[in-house]
């Protein structure tokens, strides 16, 4: 059963390299660190924030409240984005984001298990 759905947009020329920080937490900040070329930065940093707004935006249909850098989002071996933590035991989360030149999206949906 769906209890929640979130989606966001962001303009990626909007997010700037030095809001990591703020929306990073430590295992992506490493991640994204790694990362050469200032439009992949950009690119990765728009679609974390895109995908974790909407992760937050799902969750707010159930009153969860959880701070942005709290949500840990990860590549699978496929590169398949995944919420990694934090884990809930009773609702599943399914997460996409899709990047663009100019914009990332995100999309969630947390559903019953």
Not at 9 to 14: E, L
Not at 32 to 44: G, Y
Not at 87 to 100: A, G, Q, R, T, V
């Amino acid at each position: 059963m769906i209890l929640g759905v979130g989606v966001d947009i962001c303009q990626n020329n909007r997010i700037k390299t030095t809001l990591s920080e703020r929306i990073l937490s430590s295992e992506e900040k490493i991640i994204f660190d790694q990362i050469k070329l200032e439009t992949r930065r950009v690119e990765f940093l728009s679609g974390r924030f895109a995908v974790k707004e909407a992760i937050i935006k799902a969750l707010s249909s159930l009153d969860y409240e959880i701070g942005i850098r709290n949500l840990v989002v990860l590549n699978d071996e496929k590169g398949i984005p995944y919420l990694s933590q934090p884990i809930f035991l009773d609702k599943k989360i399914l997460i996409s984001l899709s990047h663009e030149r100019e914009y990332s999206v995100g999309y969630a949906i947390v559903e019953t298990i």
